[in-house]
């Protein structure tokens, strides 16, 4: 991308656009795509396809129905997390659980402190090791609780915990047939069918 070309209010600058300014120009001149910046790389990830979008709006359920869309947690799409292994780099989850005031969180580009943040869900899409490896390595380095992968490509469920600086110290994969009981730290009890989940989240071959 050649920052000679922008246009906009950082054209006729005499500078290297950081970034986050680089983000900014992407969202606006790619529209419906998420931009994210992991491990100091411009990553740009295609709107969704109808079976990523169905997935996700049914998983949202089984998080309301226990009562943590409301009251002192919220259960939000697409916000922003701001990761601290670099000085711009940002994550947008397809799902996340987070505190209640995360209005009160916002650190930069209207990204959330992670600290605010139970639990991420991410649903494969096209650049799958994205999810399965760098985020892995950022959200666990941000230290969120409980990471939760619906991996379309080979079909399992992830769940990820106790966070450390290069990931996570427990992963374990879940597949169809088993029903998975999500750590009560994202703030109630939620069970996950896994072979349901992944139904609903796969592509329909013509």
Not at 31 to 56: C, F, N, S
Request: aromatic share 4%; hydrophobic share 40%; charged share 25%.
């Amino acid at each position: 991308m050649s920052a000679a070309a922008a246009e906009g209010p950082y054209a006729g600058e005499h500078r290297p656009l950081t970034l986050l300014e680089q983000a900014d120009q992407l969202m606006k001149q790619l529209p419906g795509h998420r931009v994210e910046i992991l491990g100091g790389v411009l990553t740009v990830t295609p709107p969704p396809d109808p079976a990523h979008a169905k997935g996700l709006s049914r998983l949202r359920r089984p998080f309301v129905a226990a009562g943590l869309d409301g009251g002192e947690t919220e259960v939000l799409e697409g916000l922003g997390l701001w990761l601290p292994d670099g000085p711009e780099n940002f994550a947008v989850p397809d799902l996340c659980v987070v505190d209640a005031d995360i209005e009160d969180h916002i650190i930069q580009y209207e990204c959330c402190d992670p600290a605010a943040f139970r639990m991420v869900l991410e649903i494969t899409s096209g650049n799958y090791t994205n999810d399965l490896r760098t985020k892995v390595t950022a959200y666990g380095s941000a230290r969120v609780p409980v990471y939760v992968i619906v991996d379309r490509k080979h079909e399992r469920l992830h769940v990820l915990t106790e966070p450390m600086e290069d990931g996570y110290a427990v992963h374990r994969i879940h597949v169809a047939g088993e029903k998975v009981t999500l750590p009560e730290s994202i703030g109630a009890e939620v069970t996950l069918d896994v072979a349901q989940t992944l139904d609903d989240a796969r592509r329909r071959t013509p």
